[in-house]
């Protein structure tokens, strides 16, 4: 599989490339050109004269034309690019499936923002000034995109980039590169100019630092883990660049003794055992009112012992294998670290025909404490811990003793606790009675540890675009005549 530079297929300029690994079974699903430092200056300047040529001086109407009919053709394509997707991350196929359909979507929702949402203000000053502002596009956009959902991911940043104006060089994440390609020979097919849209497969510390580092990139857009996304914002600083970090989560759920408990085990299931448990949302801490806390708990172990693990291409899998056997390492020892912190693990079952698959079972950590390395570090698997609280301040003093503050989830019953908490908790998103339902009219984006800055709806305009404030004497005001 080729890198996709200035409108062609091509090799890495070492002609190097990487093996991509099913984490289904472990072996080889095909090769990858392996771009490095000098793939990227070439996709850097390919994209720069685009955008100081045929796409930038495009209007509008006929710049968001293309950007519709990407949409058009990802919805075209939705079960063959969910397969890839299922293929490549171990995605169950049945969730990859809506994934795609949202990535259609997104392109859409970018273009009628641009055009209904991306305008300028005015400010008249008497008879003397009309101040007014605009939007124009920054130039070429560096947009480094994740595993876990990397094409869905990948359509939360192209979508805007290129809606307002931006040309694009998306280095996606190496463990996930199938639907990259594919995103490549459909923004290929909708007839895009020439380098407006590029891709650079590669490694993090080769392609991605070459990105960041190169003077010629205005723009970082980058989801991925918090400590990578400090070194991005350092390696990025001498060229003074403009970044969007969308970084690590450990994100609580909160269950009242009047909430409607059956919704809660619904939603607490859901957000964190879906996408395998390998999501930034995901509601990895749940924190049950004593009162209701045995019998929440033996609900959830139900529900753990009943999760279909299998094969992601089977319509019925709920849960799959892990990207990657570093990844399904990694999870494994947290569990080993949980056991030696004291908690009990209630842990699924998995089948023995599925051995070759970096599979973890559904797994609930009990006897938790908020100390605990298992409840304080992203574990970014099937894992839940499990606490308890007596009272509201107590549990909001513990949700929000961690270093991230990505999303939150409370269940009440009483809406007066529920907007109190939500206010409370230190997150950038807040759900209240609800599972993680994304508006994308909405800012998405985290605090503390989890990020800087905000996307989604016209709050992504504040990154993609520079604003300009434009002065206009309408009447001959006081000018001091120095000199004169």
């Known amino acids: 599989m080729k890198l996709y530079i200035n409108g062609e297929f091509v090799d890495a300029e070492d002609k190097g490339t990487f093996d991509n690994i099913s984490p289904f079974t472990n072996e080889k699903i095909n090769s990858i050109a392996s771009g490095q430092a000098a793939d990227i200056d070439k996709a850097v300047q390919s994209a720069k004269k685009a955008f100081k040529g045929e796409w930038g001086n495009l209007k509008q109407a006929e710049r968001l034309e293309y950007v519709y009919k990407i949409g058009d053709l990802i919805e075209q394509h939705t079960d063959e690019i969910a397969l890839l997707e299922s293929l490549d991350t171990g995605l169950p196929i049945a969730q990859t499936r809506k994934q795609v359909s949202r990535s259609a979507n997104n392109f859409r929702f970018y273009a ?12 008249q000053v008497d008879d003397e000034f009309i101040n007014y502002t605009v939007h124009s596009a920054v130039g070429v956009a560096g947009l480094i995109t994740p595993w876990n959902a990397p094409f869905m991911l990948e359509t939360w940043k192209i979508a805007p980039a290129l809606a307002t104006g931006n040309t694009v060089i998306l280095k996606p994440a190496e463990w996930s590169p199938l ?32 990105l960041v580092k190169h003077p010629d990139v205005q723009l970082i857009s980058f989801t991925g883990e918090t400590t990578t996304g400090s070194t991005i914002m350092k390696n990025g600083a001498d060229a003074l660049k403009r970044f969007s970090m ?8 909160i269950v009242f003794e009047d909430a409607d408990l059956d919704r809660a085990l619904d939603a607490a299931t859901w957000g964190i055992f879906s996408f395998n448990g390998e999501r930034c949302t995901a509601n990895s801490r749940l924190y049950l009112h004593e009162s209701i806390a045995n019998e929440f708990i033996e609900k959830l172990k139900e529900r753990v012992w009943n999760i279909k693990v299998g094969d992601p291409l089977e319509d019925d899998t709920q849960v799959g294998p892990l990207i990657k056997t570093e990844h399904y390492n990694n999870v494994k020892n947290y569990l080993k670290i949980a056991e030696e912190e004291g908690c009990e693990i209630i842990s699924g079952d998995i089948p023995t025909e599925l ?10 950590l009990l006897n938790a404490s908020n100390e605990m390395r298992v409840v304080q570090e992203e574990i970014f698997g099937p894992v839940i811990a499990v606490m308890t609280f007596k009272e509201e301040a107590e549990v909001i003093e513990k949700a929000n003793d961690v270093r991230y503050g990505l999303a939150g989830y409370v269940w009440t019953n009483d809406i007066k606790r529920g907007h109190r908490v939500a206010h409370a908790i230190e997150s950038g998103m807040l759900w209240v009675n609800s599972q993680n339902v994304r508006d994308l009219r909405t800012p998405f984006g985290g605090s503390k540890d989890s990020g800087i800055g905000r996307e989604g709806g016209h709050y992504a305009f504040e990154f993609y675009t520079e604003q300009k404030i434009i002065h206009v004497a309408i009447g001959d005001h006081h000018i001091p005549q120095f000199g004169k």
Do not use: C, W
Request: charged fraction near 20%; charge should be negative.
């Open 112 to 123: 009628d923002t641009v055009k209904s949402q991306m305008y300028g203000e005015v400010y």
């Open 179 to 210: 639907t990259a390609n594919r995103m490549a020979e459909i923004i290929d097919q909708a007839g895009l100019p020439d380098g407006v849209f590029n891709i650079v497969h590669g490694f993090g510390e080769t392609a991605g630092d070459a």
């Open 246 to 253: 969308e970084l690590g989560g450990k994100s609580p759920i």
């Open 355 to 364: 051995s070759r698959g970096n599979y973890v079972a559904p797994t609930i």
